[in-house]
């Protein structure tokens, strides 16, 4: 299982636990444009202004849906790209230095950093 795929699980357990199905519908109508961070920061700053435009328009959040959505993405819009561009920028790096047992350890860190977080940021 990838570190990202660990990142969603714990997202999903969190946020299933506190806010129940409300909540995970709201980060499965996010996902899409939590998608657009690793593509471009450029491509995703622009979508903040309309996320609720999108979200409502183009994916179909319901008025119960949407203040979750909104929360979530200002989180993930927040914190993704000094994480996402990090991890890759670092471990990329140690990797092709042959320094693979690093690279593991520091995406580790990330992963339980995220696992604390998400309680924390709720």
Known sequence: MSISGIYNMA??????????TIGLTAISIANPLE???PV?????????????????NILGASDEVLPH???????????TPI???LTTTVVGSLRIENKAQWAMW????????????????M
């Open 69 to 79: 959505a909104l929360a979530y993405l200002r989180v993930i819009f927040a914190f």
């Open 35 to 37: 998608m657009l961070l």
């Open 83 to 85: 994480g996402y561009y």
């Open 106 to 121: 520091l995406e580790t860190a990330a992963a339980l950093i995220n696992i604390i977080g998400d309680p924390i940021l």
């Open 11 to 20: 997202d999903s357990y969190f946020i299933g636990k506190y806010t129940g």
């Open 40 to 56: 471009s920061v450029i491509e995703a700053l622009l979508t903040v202004p309309a996320m609720e435009w999108i979200l409502t």
